[in-house]
């Protein structure tokens, strides 16, 4: 309150008649503090905020409105020049006053005092309400619950042992207890006693083909006998804690000769010690697992960080310490050379059935970290292609590479043979798991007429995206082909596939694609993927209609396409080219330039040359004023055309000048663009989300009275009867999926903006959505899963998921190139919980690119800003009048580019939004709520300040800002020039 304020007593001391009040005051001293909160709560509306001022409660309405001083529930203020007063001042009054700007002039007791606005005090009537004996209820629909969303692509079985007919050999029960231990999996069977194997061992003859060893005698035997004991007693001996007894006791339990259990050969020099006290070294961890030939381990790396993955482990470590330092190297070499021994001799004979059974996978590069094979392979399950290669642990043999090279020249020969033989399953099978070569194996069926096993081979191996497209669409699977190539956004790539080999199906594939994009709304791409196919130009007719009618530079290049590419078309585009051409709006500059460059895209006829010289001309003009960058490469490209009339033009061109005009986005010298917007800028609706259209059109969502699209001179183009509270706009600006809670679901309609149509489309489950979409594709989250949405089908189906991603998804952010999302992973117990982003790479399908856990945050974030490519900011907002601020987590992108400098500032920040080359931070004092746009380097390039409640609710592109609230204010700023553009709703 002013202190000099105390001796000014006005002359009326309330206004009289009817008057504009902003405001209400009500007094408890008069009416009781129940009756003056029941009349502050009877008055409030939604936007309305309760002030303490002068021991009452001062109700500051939304908008003014006009009321009876004798009817008012209670006393009325006026708005007079930024101040509130209660009693009309004459002006020395207000002089001697001298209110600043926001106060409260109130007269009480024959006094006028003034209240600045830093002296009131916000009060929440919410806390008025004694709500302690309510019970939430949880709200559900009436009527069914929706189904749950059915996936477009099942995954696909593996192909079973009766695909390759009954040429295919049975499979032994030891065959298949090897198969399993190779692929590193646990299969419990009946192990046999110690003795029993080695009674076994000595009833076998020496030609059997189980022989492992040189023929010999009874040394031979025991050592076969002892080898193979180790082979099976290992993996239950291992079952238990790496560290235990049972490790320790088999592992002293073997010989101690020195020189003779090195792997190699080295020999003693001197003392050496026991072997179990090098066990116990060697268990502690020593960073290479292995001994010196002097049996001294070397001194840990101290420089080596503990918890990184790329160590070998315990269990490694102990395997090589016993191959270097114990006769386990030795029956292991042993072992593995007569393993591999027979192996050559199986090939040689001719027995290529029981060497299939028993060969040993090669794979492209062999893994530095695979585990130590303690053992040998075993035999094979079946001779079949797994689809989805090998799992679990690979082995490796301690053979060097001509060993290797040898094998795969007899893997080689013997596909040779097979494929002589008409053996094609048995062959596909050498390529794809003995050699490693899919892509190979993949031509190769398809070669021989196996599409179906092809296909399934492409898919279940990740071979590239088109090419599996490619062999289900020759597999006659034309569904799945086309919903793998959505999926991925392969199909120019499959085209290119097709045209190599099969004409025919790639110009079908072509038209498939072409329909794709039209459902899509992409009309100018599915004009181009279609045009090549002479014969379907007929169904591009009706896509270029469409294109021109939603306008935009996508529609004048379709309007050139129209003019010069069908046969009555230029006389159809004769009118559409001539208001474009002779508009000379600044607005419509992108549009020409688009025609222009169309128009060279196109061949030399009349039709073309009589539109040239009039697109000059437009050209030039654009280019007087300086409305866009200089198009001189344009006009001299035109210039340059071998046309008679424009070589009568040419002579009377100027040559063209650099232009002076800057792009605002490099203006970064330029004083910030200032926008404030009062009170009596509010609307009739309110406004819950909205964002810019191309052609400078705004899509607006008012809630249950639906949705709105205003034209660039803030006329109304469209009403949809559709209730709307969310929007996801299309890339291409012409459709929309409005989005509306309904109980536990949201309800989901279509939005065609060109044909100004809505649509119901569903009710779905909805936890997080991507804020755009690319006209099929919408990227969503339900609890744990991401799923990418087919929003081309009557029921929502996915196209893509990501079950089980360990917690909750807060937000979602996607572009043509990049997806990401934040999950929030609850920590019980804790007094923080974890995020961690998802980065994914659309192109070829989307690819898990990386997963990185944010700094920690206590408690959940208030604000969170994501960017396509995984730029992220996080923060809680400080509640607690005078605490400081915390720097909010940060993290940078996955591409390589310029980014934002994050701030460690301590700032009262309580909301960001984050583009690739902008920023928008909010801050609020009071009523002021003011969101501010900074640039990559950090420069201030616009302010926009909202007083008044509730808050400004910011949505950020690279190519617009907009920021509104639910009092109806609406302005958004072009991110290319500067403009501010206020959009008005009655």
């Not at 059974?357 to 797994?386: F, S, W």
């Not at 090279?405 to 053996?423: D, I, N, Q, S, V």
């Not at 492409?458 to 190539?485: C, H, M, T, Y």
Request: glycine share 8%; charged share 25%; aromatic share 6%.
């Amino acid at each position: 309150m002013s202190p000099a304020s105390g001796a000014v007593s006005p002359r009326a001391h309330v206004h009289r008649g009817t008057v504009v009040a902003a405001a209400w005051w009500f007094h408890p001293g008069t009416l009781g503090e129940a009756e003056a909160r029941r009349r502050v709560l009877a008055a409030w509306r939604p936007g309305a905020t309760v002030w303490a001022l002068a021991g009452g409660h001062l109700l500051k309405l939304t908008a003014p409105c006009r009321s009876a001083v004798e009817a008012a529930p209670g006393l009325p203020l006026v708005l007079e020049s930024g101040v509130l007063t209660s009693a009309p001042l004459s002006a020395k009054e207000r002089e001697r006053l001298a209110p600043p700007a926001g106060a409260v002039v109130l007269v009480h007791a024959g006094v006028a005092r003034v209240y600045a606005p830093g002296e009131l005090r916000q009060v929440d009537p919410g806390a008025w309400l004694d709500v302690s004996q309510w019970r939430r209820v949880q709200v559900k629909g009436l009527g069914a619950p929706p189904p749950p969303m059915q996936s477009a692509l099942e995954p696909l079985p593996p192909p079973t042992r009766e695909w390759f007919g009954p040429k295919v050999p049975t499979l032994a029960p030891e065959a298949e207890r090897m198969l399993a231990r190779m692929a590193g999996k646990e299969v419990p069977v009946a192990r046999e006693g110690f003795f029993a194997r080695l009674r076994r061992a000595f009833s076998k003859k020496p030609g059997e083909a189980t022989r492992t060893v040189r023929r010999g005698g009874l040394s031979a035997r025991l050592r076969r006998a002892f080898s193979a004991w180790l082979e099976n007693a290992s993996p239950g001996l291992m079952r238990v804690r790496r560290e235990g007894a049972l490790s320790l006791l088999w592992s002293a339990f073997s010989p101690g000769a020195s020189g003779s259990g090195s792997a190699s050969g080295g020999s003693d020099t001197g003392a050496r010690a026991g072997w179990f006290s090098r066990l116990l070294a060697g268990m502690r961890g020593r960073g290479n697992g292995t001994a010196s030939r002097q049996g001294s381990l070397p001194a840990p790396d101290a420089s080596a960080r503990p918890s990184e993955p790329e160590g070998p482990g315990a269990l490694e470590q102990l395997k090589a310490w016993m191959l270097q330092n114990t006769p386990l190297g030795r029956l292991v070499g042993q072992r593995q050379g007569d393993y591999l021994r027979r192996l050559f001799e199986l090939f040689e004979e001719g027995k290529l059935d029981e060497a299939l059974r028993h060969a040993i996978p090669l794979g492209k590069d062999l893994d530095e970290r695979a585990k130590l094979a303690l053992g040998v392979p075993g035999p094979r399950e079946e001779l079949r292609i797994q689809p989805h290669g090998r799992s679990g642990a690979a082995q490796v043999f301690a053979s060097g590479p001509d060993v290797l090279a040898a094998l795969r020249e007899r893997y080689r020969e013997t596909f040779r043979r097979l494929e002589r033989e008409g053996r094609i399953d048995e062959a596909a099978f050498v390529l794809a798991e003995l050699l490693d070569a899919t892509e190979e194996a993949v031509s190769f069926l398809e070669r021989h007429g196996r599409l179906q096993l092809a296909a399934e081979l492409a898919e279940g191996r990740n071979l590239p995206a088109s090419l599996v497209v490619r062999q289900w669409f020759l597999a006659k699977d034309v569904a799945r082909a086309v919903a793998i190539a959505r999926r991925s956004g392969v199909f120019a790539d499959a085209v290119l596939r097709l045209e190599k080999t099969h004409p025919a199906e790639a110009q079908t594939l072509r038209v498939l694609w072409a329909e794709s994009l039209a459902e899509a709304g992409d009309w100018a791409r599915a004009v181009d993927a279609v045009w090549p196919v002479t014969s379907a130009r007929h169904i591009a007719r009706a896509w270029v209609d469409r294109g021109i009618q939603a306008g935009g530079e996508s529609g004048a290049k379709l309007l050139a396409r129209l003019a010069l590419g069908f046969p009555d078309g230029f006389g159809a585009a004769r009118e559409d080219v001539q208001d474009l051409l002779s508009d000379d709006a600044p607005a419509r500059a992108p549009d020409r330039l688009a025609f222009a460059t169309e128009l060279l895209r196109e061949d030399a006829t009349r039709a073309r040359d009589a539109l040239v010289v009039p697109t000059v001309r437009a050209l030039m003009r654009d280019e007087a004023a300086d409305v866009l960058p200089s198009n001189a490469r344009l006009l001299q490209q035109l210039r340059a055309l071998k046309a008679p009339a424009v070589a009568a033009l040419r002579t009377d061109l100027p040559t063209p000048r650099p232009s002076l005009r800057r792009p605002w986005t490099e203006a970064n010298d330029l004083p910030p663009v200032r926008v404030w917007m009062d009170r009596n800028d509010a609307g009739a609706h309110a406004v819950h989300d909205a964002v810019v259209l191309p052609g400078r059109r705004v899509l607006l969502a008012l809630g249950e009275a639906g949705a709105r699209l205003v034209g660039p001179d803030g006329r109304t183009l469209a009403n949809f009867d559709v209730p709307a509270f969310s929007l996801v706009v299309s890339t291409q600006g012409n459709r929309a999926l409005a989005l509306a809670r309904r109980g536990d679901l949201w309800r989901l309609s279509r939005l065609d903006l060109v044909e100004r149509r809505a649509t119901r489309w569903c009710d779905a489950e909805l936890d997080a959505w991507a804020p755009t979409y690319d006209g099929e594709r919408w990227f969503t989250a339900v609890r744990d899963t991401v799923s990418m949405v087919d929003t081309l089908a009557a029921e929502p189906r996915s196209l893509w998921r990501v079950p089980q991603v360990g917690g909750t998804v807060l937000k979602l952010a996607v572009d043509a190139q990049h997806l990401s999302f934040i999950v929030l992973h609850l920590s019980p117990g804790q007094d923080f919980e974890r995020l961690e982003r998802w980065s994914y790479v659309l192109a070829e399908g989307p690819t898990l690119r990386g997963r990185t856990n944010m700094p920690e945050l206590v408690g959940t974030p208030d604000a969170l800003a994501l960017t396509p490519d995984g730029e992220a900011v996080a923060g809680r907002i400080a509640v607690s009048k005078g605490a400081e601020p915390e720097p909010w987590p940060y993290l940078a992108p996955i591409a390589v580019r310029r980014f934002h400098i994050p701030s460690h500032k301590g700032e009262e920040r309580v909301g960001m939004a984050l583009a690739l080359a902008w920023s928008v931070t909010r801050f609020q004092k009071g009523e002021l709520h003011t969101a501010v746009l900074r640039d990559l380097a950090g420069h201030v390039r616009a302010t926009v300040e909202f007083s008044g409640t509730p808050p400004q609710v910011v949505r950020l592109t690279e190519e617009w800002c907009a920021v509104h609230d639910l009092f109806g204010r609406v302005v958004w700023l072009d991110l290319s020039s500067g403009e501010v553009h206020r959009v008005p709703v009655v």
